[in-house]
């Protein structure tokens, strides 16, 4: 029986290595992303940095007037330049003590089309923060806030400990609970917080923010890490709080109360 030489045979060894590993390894390097970016199907969400000074102020201009109703962006008298510089900080503190977690949203082309924050975490009995969102004007109506959001509570209620995580999951924040407010009059946030299953939270008082100068009463909705266990929407207000909103919608519509 013929014998091949041992020289060729160690060059079909190479080719069979070769070919293994061809099938295996593939074609395209592989993006691997920092610990602090999120990817969802049309958007990256990350912190904001220095670079994106210009397509950051770019956002606001097209944004800042219509979000001063609900939310605003920029301080009363702040440049957007100022307003920039400002957020940087607040991002870059909040991941340095760990009391904030801010970031942009980029969609694939990599325009700035929105930011998420989690302000305020705490740790103690409950693991909490809130929520606030905005959304570049021109986008509005794509459904990003909604993505965006999925993915801050998805990192927000992962835990902390490596030890902890099923799967390939990234360690998250560690939190039980996610609250956002929102004013009555504020339609397509309250759809947002009805489709993400927040629920209505039963309070004497309403929180009151400043806004544009007026004092603006909230609703504040909660979004507990297991949220079967939640009400599904506004619909299951109780009926105290049911009335105080149906009062307080009325009154901006000047619609006659019910008796």
Known sequence: MATIPAQRARQLERLTTAARLAR??????VRVDPPDVLRTARLCVR????????????????????????????????????????????????????????????????????AVNLNTITFGLENAAELNFWVRTPDTGRGLASEMIRAALAHAFA????????DTARPGLGLT??????????????????SLRFAPAEEIHWPVLVIGGREVAHIRFVRWCNAEAAPRGI????PRF????????????CIPAAT
């Open 24 to 29: 295996v390894l593939p074609g395209a390097p």
């Open 177 to 194: 609970r996610v609250d956002a407010l929102v004013a009555p009059e504020n339609a397509p946030s309250l759809a947002i917080m009805r």
């Open 242 to 253: 049911a009335r105080s909103l149906d009062t307080v919608i009325r009154a901006e519509a």
């Open 47 to 114: 912190p904001l940095a220095w670079s994106d000074r210009e397509a950051f102020v770019a956002a606001l201009r097209e944004t800042g007037d219509a979000a001063a109703e609900f939310c605003p962006i920029a301080r009363e008298g702040e440049r957007e330049d100022q307003t920039f510089d400002r957020l940087l900080d607040l991002c870059r503190a909040g991941d340095a003590t760990g009391r904030a977690w801010r970031r942009i949203a980029q969609d694939r082309a990599g325009r700035i089309v929105g």
């Open 159 to 166: 835990p902390r400990s490596p030890h902890l995580l099923r």
């Open 235 to 238: 619909e299951d207000l109780p």
